[in-house]
């Protein structure tokens, strides 16, 4: 017994080592950079010491509300987070979707490259995506030329700087390189359907419709919700690059989230402190909808996911 039990705590120990490197990763690249936050309460300017600073408190984040026109302009910023956040997460259930069609595909060549080429873009940079939507978009692009040799146009239209459709456009930019990439956790869950509910449905004649709707989609729902509430803690993370290689001059108003306003306030008008203050009051309010999303998935599935 006392080997056995010797023989078990070496297995764990072995065990814990091959999570050691990640865990020193995540210590090191997600909680070390906390330390930073501390520059939101001092008058920091690069590149001088922090001990050559002056103390201010809560001054920088009192400075982001002093004026009607920073908080109109935070508004804005806040306005467009949340309207791609909340596209992004009612449209959710498109990989879903996707993947239980691609699973009915049944010719497994024909599957296999709609699944490769759907999945590519996602390890494409969002520079060449834009790169990409320069060739195809821009006033001497494949469309318009097309579109003027065709006579649907009489002059070029440059798409990238229209900004009445720019949510919409965002939105369809980031469906197209992240959905099969998405869809990926949906297909192995499909795999891990019992097979033999599959075969008495078919049994007791099911279309391939019925057992879509009775059979897959109610068992990926654990996990589309459990990855719902996920995304919804990072409710306030767009992320930064889409917004910054598509921003110009003519749709700035609504290309500007809040990662991409933290950004410019940093680097562009070297507002340090102040992106710092921003930034960690993004980072405290994803925390709390974290905790939130947390505790609503413990009283809606009787578990949590943390």
């Not at 300017?45 to 600073?53: D, E, N, R, Y």
């Not at 795999?191 to 897959?216: P, Q, Y």
């Not at 680097?267 to 974290?290: C, D, E, H, Q, R």
Request: with cysteine; hydrophobic share 50%; charged share 10%.
């Amino acid at each position: 017994m006392k080997a056995s039990i010797t023989k078990r705590q070496l297995r764990s120990y072995r065990e814990f080592l091959y999570v050691l490197p990640f865990i020193v990763m995540v210590a090191i690249f997600s909680y070390y950079p906390l330390y930073g936050w501390i520059y939101s309460f001092f008058s920091y300017k690069p590149p001088q010491s922090l001990s050559w600073t002056n103390y201010v408190g809560l001054k920088w984040f009192a400075t982001l509300v002093s004026t009607e026109a920073k908080r109109a302009e935070l508004w804005q910023v806040f306005m467009n987070t949340f309207v791609m956040s909340g596209i992004t997460l009612t449209t959710s259930w498109i990989p879903m979707l996707f993947a239980v069609f691609l699973n009915e595909i049944k010719c497994m060549p024909f599957r296999k490259v709609v699944q490769t080429v759907t999945t590519l873009p996602n390890f494409i940079s969002w520079v060449l995506v834009y790169s990409i939507a320069q060739s195809v978009f821009n006033s001497t692009g494949l469309v318009n030329t097309v579109a003027m040799q065709l006579g649907l146009i009489s002059a070029p239209i440059d798409y990238l700087k229209d900004s009445s459709h720019v949510y919409l456009t965002m939105w369809l930019w980031l469906t197209w390189k992240n959905l099969g990439w998405a869809s990926i956790m949906y297909i192995a869950a499909i795999a891990g359907i019992d097979e033999e509910l599959f075969e008495a449905a078919r049994v007791d004649g099911a279309s391939r419709l019925k057992i879509i709707w009775h059979i897959t989609i109610p068992s990926l729902l654990p996990t589309f919700f459990v990855l719902l509430m996920i995304n919804s803690a990072n409710f306030l993370s767009n992320g930064m690059e889409q917004y910054y290689v598509f921003n110009n001059s003519f749709n700035t108003k609504y290309t500007e989230v809040l990662d991409l306003y933290v950004y410019n306030l940093a680097t562009g008008n070297s507002s340090y402190s102040i992106s710092t203050a921003l930034s960690m009051f993004k980072s405290v309010i994803s925390l709390m909808l974290l905790l939130f999303t947390n505790s609503l998935s413990k009283a809606v599935r009787g578990e949590s996911f943390m």
